[in-house]
């Protein structure tokens, strides 16, 4: 039998706490309610969930102190925030304190079950052993530097392994180049290193693609960057 996954669920409105607890209940998920920072804190410590999802606007200790907080003391529970339209300072934030996703309001459920399960694949050992992740067909092993589609093997380079781990960890999320560069490079970004990142990206593209003209893995979106479509 499948161990149910436990969902610590943190979120002040009644409305959308009932919504969202009925439908993880029906996912199949264990929900663990909390209605205010303390509480959250409280319950994240007593119930061990696999996930956390947590409202930004809460009463007593607000979720960007309940996300510190939780981090600073080591806790590793993966984390995807739920902010409110428009507050892209927050999301930054949200990231720079350790969450790991992050879904506005308002958002389909569909899509937050899309979070859910890509983060969840991400420390799911039995669906991502160590540094393997999949897409479709395609199994990327980073710690090896090496991927598979079917029969075919191919090899990749340390950056392209770091490119790969760096859209793994953040998928479905609009990636630009700058951010890619400094996470990769670790590197000051000019314009010779945003050129560097669209080169890596051609190359990387052209081995784990099915077509690279018609990229399905890492995509392009217009003006803004690249998604991994995990
Ligand atoms: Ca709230």
Redesign the pocket.
């Known amino acids: 039998m499948e161990i149910k996954k436990k969902i610590l669920l943190v ?3 009644a409305k ?1 706490r009932n919504a969202l607890k009925d439908f993880l209940d029906f996912q199949g998920f264990a929900v663990v309610e909390a209605v205010d920072g303390i509480e959250a804190i409280e319950k994240a410590a007593k119930s061990r969930p696999d996930l956390i999802l947590l ?4 009463p007593k200790v607000s979720g960007e102190d309940v996300c510190r907080r939780w981090r600073q003391e080591g806790l590793q529970t993966p984390i995807i925030m739920l902010t409110a339209k428009g507050q892209q300072k927050d999301k930054i934030e949200g990231l720079n304190l350790g969450a790991d996703d992050y879904i506005t309001k308002p958002f389909s459920l569909e899509e937050l079950l899309a979070r859910i399960e890509a983060v969840l694949r991400r420390i799911d050992p039995a669906r991502a052993v160590g540094q393997i992740f999949r897409f479709g067909d395609l199994d990327v092993d980073v710690s090896s530097l090496k991927a598979r589609r079917g029969k075919k093997e191919i090899e990749l380079s340390k950056r392209e392994a770091d490119i790969m781990q760096y859209f793994a960890a953040n998928p479905r999320r609009v990636i630009n180049r700058d951010e890619l560069y400094e996470k990769v490079w670790h590197d000051i970004v000019t314009d010779i290193g945003t050129r560097t990142t669209d080169m890596h990206i051609a190359k990387l593209r052209g081995k784990i693609e099915a077509d690279s003209e018609n990229p399905k893995i890492i995509t392009t979106v217009r003006g803004a960057g690249y998604r991994y479509e995990g």
């Open positions: 979120e002040d409105e959308i409202d930004l606007m809460l």
